[in-house]
């Protein structure tokens, strides 16, 4: 997600996602993520390791 607009429907659709850190992820680069939920216990921006 890049755009603004989706970025902000998202906050609206995971209101337990800080709202700072969803908009971090217009600026995800490969192998980085946005994991929330019963994933994580907490909101967390990731960065994958190489295989």
Do not use: C, K, W
């Not at 995971?14 to 909101?43: D, K, M, N, Y």
């Not at 967390?44 to 390791?49: K, P």
């Amino acid at each position: 997600m890049n755009s603004r607009v989706d970025i902000d429907h998202l906050a609206r659709v995971f209101g337990f996602v800080p709202p700072t850190l969803l908009h971090q992820t217009a600026a995800l680069q490969l192998g980085e993520g946005l994991v929330a939920g019963r994933i994580s216990a907490h909101a967390l921006r990731y960065r994958g390791t190489r295989r």
